[in-house]
């Protein structure tokens, strides 16, 4: 779960950081809620090159077009869980929200969900049921939910050696499960990562993507607190990091029935991830 950004020093070498300007003081109108359009898959949604050395590149927000009318931004949700915690799923703990994932639909608001393997493991018929909504597209969160740079926030370890496998048996586990709407992204863990990281995942051709707005809602118990967050961070361009984890962030979805109208408001457009990284 990700409470705050963790700075990484010497790490600009090595994954490519596109950096928006702020918003303009002028209102803009209040865009209409579109439909759904197809969801990007593996091979067509767009990817960054690889950066120095061959190591994974790092999208952590879109660059704004200056003066540009259309103000874009993307919300993402980490369905968060860590690979030895099935017996807390098997007392009842719940790890999924279908409540957020319905409010999702109802504001038509498309969305990318980081998932872990294990997620999808545990709940196989909401994995397939989210990613094959063309309002969704499902990027790899890692299979064990294990950090891999240490230390971080408290999660296990995983060595390099064992990353791609990791993140190659997540990618198995949405097959598994069904789901079709699948993208060439990855999260790591907690956002925590080094340069032996980004090198250990450069063979599985995926783009690390972080964000720019925290929004505070793992283990908050504000949905108001979340919403302002959000709605004081957000710029053309930003993408949010939240949480679809019902036990560690159970106001994600009352917050989001608060942004989401406000930003609207501001004349924001929501977009999943690989429609900001074109």
Not at 86 to 113: H, M, W, Y
Request: charged letters at 20%.
């Amino acid at each position: 779960m990700i409470r705050s950004v963790r700075q990484f020093t010497g790490l600009t070498a090595a994954g490519v950081v596109l950096v928006g300007c702020g918003a303009s003081g002028s209102p803009l109108p209040t865009p209409a809620s579109p439909s759904p359009e197809p969801s990007a898959t593996r091979d067509t949604a767009p990817t960054m090159a690889p950066g120095p050395g061959g190591h994974t590149p790092v999208f952590m927000r879109a660059k704004a077009a200056e003066g540009a009318a259309d103000r874009t931004v993307a919300l993402t949700f980490d369905a968060d869980m860590t690979a030895d915690q099935g017996p807390r799923a098997e007392r009842g703990e719940r790890f999924d929200n279908p409540a957020l994932i319905q409010a999702l639909r109802s504001l038509k608001v498309p969305s990318t969900v980081f998932m872990t393997g294990r997620w999808a493991d545990e709940y196989p018929a909401q994995a397939k049921a989210i990613g094959s909504d063309p309002l969704f597209e499902i990027a790899n969160h890692s299979y064990s939910h294990h950090a891999f740079s240490s230390p971080c926030y408290g999660l296990p370890g995983i060595g390099a050696e064992d990353m791609l496998t990791d993140v190659r048996r997540a990618f198995a586990a949405f097959e598994k499960a069904g789901v079709r709407n699948v993208v060439p992204y990855f999260r790591f863990p907690g956002g925590c990562y080094d340069d032996a990281a980004l090198r250990a995942l450069a063979p599985a051709g995926v783009t690390a993507v972080q964000w720019d707005v925290v929004s505070g809602d793992a283990f908050a118990t504000d949905a108001d607190a979340v919403a302002e967050q959000v709605l004081g961070g957000v710029e053309p361009g930003s993408l949010v990091v939240m949480h679809c984890t019902r036990s560690a962030a159970p106001v994600t979805e009352e917050a989001v029935r608060r942004i989401v109208p406000e930003l609207r408001r501001r004349g924001y457009r929501f977009v999943k991830v690989s429609e900001l990284m074109r």
